[in-house]
C-alpha cells in the first residue's frame, strides 16, 4: 500500500468522513482507526499490527510482555484503535474512535465540518484543516533545506 496527497473532505453530522477514492482501494473494507497525537492514523488491520510491533521491534530491541513499560504501550495504543467497516459509500465513521467515558473527542481534535484526509505511505491521517495548513507553511519554509542538505 502506498497513500499519497492530501484531500479535503467534510465530516457529516453524524461524524462520518469519505475516504478518497485511491484510498478505498488500497485499504480495502476494514480499517483501523487511531486517535495518535492531535489526529487519527487510519490502517489497514495489517498496517496497524505493523505500526504497534514497530514500537518495541528495532535493533536488538523487542517486545517483552513481562515489562511493565512495554505491556502499557501496547494495551495504550491497542486499546484506543478502532476497527471498522468502510461502507458502501466509502465513508469511515470517526464517531467510533470516541471513548463513552470521554466524550468530545472529535471537537478537541479539530475534527469537525472540513478535515484534510493525508496520504503517509502506508497509512492516513486525519487532520484538523488549520493544524495541517500550519505544517504545510513549516514544510514549506524548511523544504528545500531539508531536500537538498543546505
Known amino acids: 500500500m502506498y497513500l499519497t496527497g492530501s484531500y479535503s473532505m467534510s465530516v457529516d453530522p453524524k461524524g462520518r468522513v469519505t475516504l478518497p477514492a485511491d484510498f478505498r482501494r488500497e485499504v480495502g473494507e476494514t480499517v483501523v482507526l487511531a486517535p495518535l497525537g492531535d489526529r487519527v ?26 515489562s511493565l513499560e512495554d505491556a502499557q504501550l501496547k494495551r495504550d495504543l491497542t486499546s484506543a484503535a478502532t476497527t471498522l467497516s468502510v461502507d458502501k459509500a466509502g465513508r469511515v465513521a470517526l464517531g467510533k474512535v470516541e471513548d463513552e467515558d470521554e466524550p468530545g473527542l472529535l471537537e478537541d481534535l479539530g475534527l469537525v465540518g472540513t478535515v484534510k484526509v493525508v496520504g503517509v505511505e502506508d497509512h492516513f491521517e486525519i487532520v484538523n484543516v488549520e493544524k495541517w495548513k500550519a505544517e504545510r507553511r513549516r514544510m514549506r519554509e524548511s523544504f528545500n533545506a531539508r531536500l537538498f542538505n543546505r
Not at 490502517?43 to 530491541?61: K, N
Open 41 to 66: 492514523f487510519g490502517f489497514t488491520p495489517e498496517g496497524f499490527r505493523a505500526y504497534v510491533d514497530g514500537m518495541f521491534e528495532h535493533g536488538d530491541r523487542h517486545y517483552d510482555p513481562r
